[in-house]
């Protein structure tokens, strides 16, 4: 965008002129100044006064008065944790409300099939951070790292002079972000201790540790309108990571509780999960004469209206300071939900940790008013590695030149009808797998014990058919590109 200047054909100068001529006669006026001694000199004067009031007032910020209006887009990336595909009104028909993601919807982009590039926390908030996958760098558990040399995209625009934050759960060995030259400011999780305590969030400000009593969705809701408004004068980039509707704890391991919720969900039944409350006190009750026998059903939808809550009071605020058509806006969950949390999938298959759709295929949405077509959906497969390029491209900036990620503003707009990725890929643990590749309509997973299934998205959403054996010649053609894929990586943790 071009450096706006406001000269005299600039709509606010009028104004400004106004503004100007009434201190002139307002000068020539004053009882300081009585008529008998108001000289044609001094009333030359004061003309020039005048004519200088208004000058002064119409130069660009550097010689006369700050201008509200940046010149660069704002960017807000909100990132939901363990969000299912189906926690979300616009995505699940409705059966789940939350009127402000859906405004999200309306105003902007809604992706049916938006991937984020790992089933679970730490991996899959890397390849968002790096536009790339975060295999390349060894990235493979939540244990893993982002190594410094990798630029991060609140980065890149911080370089570009973008004053940048970071609100919510960090996700990375390594330095923290504070400490990464990427962040102007930070109040986020500690490395240490990713999860956040919804009631007594204990986080790091800038480094410093600091110990809250406040429920920790409103808290980031709090801080990012208030960094909004602090900032609204000038380009910024603000990254919301909630920690909700993830669990806080539960009582019993997750793998028994993901085979008693597999047996009861075969069995056609409901499972109630014994798990510490991540709803606002007292709010889960609201929900359960929805979820008979279910509290912590009741206690995620509870937790997910808070979060939906938190995403309006952002929406709102940037309409409040007039930056709502000069803000885009990203929201994805960092993977799929979790029985653990009671998070729903339906209708995918499976959930977090695993590569069926369930996974990896997350609400993601992204609103940019006239830039952005509205209430639209878009179906082709889109990944969380595509907001990086997408961004700096919409802000003028120059991004890495090895991103995995692309550009998809062309896509939305209609100018490209191609798909934006012929192939995305995903992959566990290590070279063994278990792996799995979406190609336009296909999908392929492959196990850790060499097993491989195939299943077409177009007429099997959610994965229930193999049809490995009547296309050999499809099951052979990806497994070798995602052999290929996967020869390009390294193993192991980076960034430790
Ligand atoms: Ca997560």
Redesign the pocket.
């Known amino acids: 965008m071009g450096k706006k200047v406001c000269l005299i054909t600039d709509k606010r100068c009028p104004q400004r002129m106004v503004i100007g001529w009434v201190f002139l006669i307002a000068l020539n006026l004053s009882p300081s100044l009585p008529k008998k001694r108001t000289t044609p000199i001094m009333y030359k004067h004061s003309l020039l006064l005048g004519f200088g009031f208004q000058l002064l007032y119409c130069l660009p910020p550097a010689f006369g008065a700050p201008q509200p209006s940046p010149e660069k887009p704002n960017v807000i990336v909100i990132i939901a944790?363990?969000l299912g595909y189906g926690d979300v009104g616009c995505l699940s028909g409705g059966k789940v409300k939350t009127p402000n993601i859906d405004r999200l919807a309306q105003s902007g982009v809604k992706f049916t099939s938006g991937y984020v590039t790992a089933p679970?926390?730490g991996p899959s908030r890397a390849g968002f951070l790096t536009g790339r996958y975060q295999q390349r760098f060894g990235f493979r558990n939540n244990r893993g790292g982002i190594p410094t040399e990798h630029p991060l995209l609140p980065g890149v625009l911080h370089e570009a002079g973008y004053y940048t934050g970071l609100l919510g759960k960090w996700h990375s060995s390594g330095p923290m972000p504070h400490e990464r030259g990427c962040f102007d400011e930070t109040l986020c999780s500690h490395i240490s201790g990713p999860f956040i305590d919804y009631y007594r969030p204990k986080l790091a400000r800038n480094g410093k540790t600091e110990v809250y009593h406040e429920y920790s969705t409103d808290l980031f809701a709090r801080e990012a309108e208030d960094f909004i408004e602090r900032n609204k004068n000038k380009p910024f980039a603000l990254t919301i990571a909630f920690n909700a509707p993830?669990i806080l704890r539960v009582e019993k391991p997750a793998e028994q509780i993901r085979a008693e919720w597999d047996k009861a969900n075969h069995e056609g039944k409901v499972l109630d999960i014994p798990k510490i409350p991540t709803a606002r006190s007292g709010e889960s009750q609201k929900y359960a004469a929805q979820y008979p026998g279910d509290s912590a059903r009741a206690d995620t939808v509870a937790t997910i209206e808070a979060l939906d809550q938190a995403v309006g009071r952002i929406i709102d605020k940037l309409q409040q300071v007039h930056l709502n058509k000069n803000t885009m806006i990203f929201l994805f969950a960092?993977?799929g939900g979790h029985p653990e949390n009671r998070s729903e999938n339906l209708p995918l298959r499976d959930y977090?940790w695993e590569l069926y759709e369930g996974g990896i295929r997350v609400p993601f949405l992204a609103t940019y008013p006239g830039v952005f077509p509205e209430g639209f959906t878009y179906a082709a497969p889109v990944s969380t590695l595509d907001i990086f390029p997408t961004v700096t491209a919409l802000c003028g900036v120059t991004p890495p030149d090895n991103l995995d990620g692309v550009n998809l503003t062309p896509y939305l707009k209609g100018q490209n009808n191609e798909l934006p990725h012929n192939e995305l890929y995903f992959s566990m643990h290590d070279k063994k797998g278990p792996h799995a590749i979406r190609a336009n309509n296909w999908k392929l997973v492959m196990d850790s014990n060499g097993g491989s299934y195939l299943f077409d998205l177009s007429k099997d959403l959610g994965e229930k058919n193999n049809l490995g054996t009547s296309h050999p010649t499809r099951v052979q053609e990806l497994t070798a590109k995602l052999k290929a894929w996967s020869a390009q990586m390294p193993i192991g943790d980076a960034g430790k």
């Open positions: 944790d363990d679970l926390c993830h960092d993977n977090k």
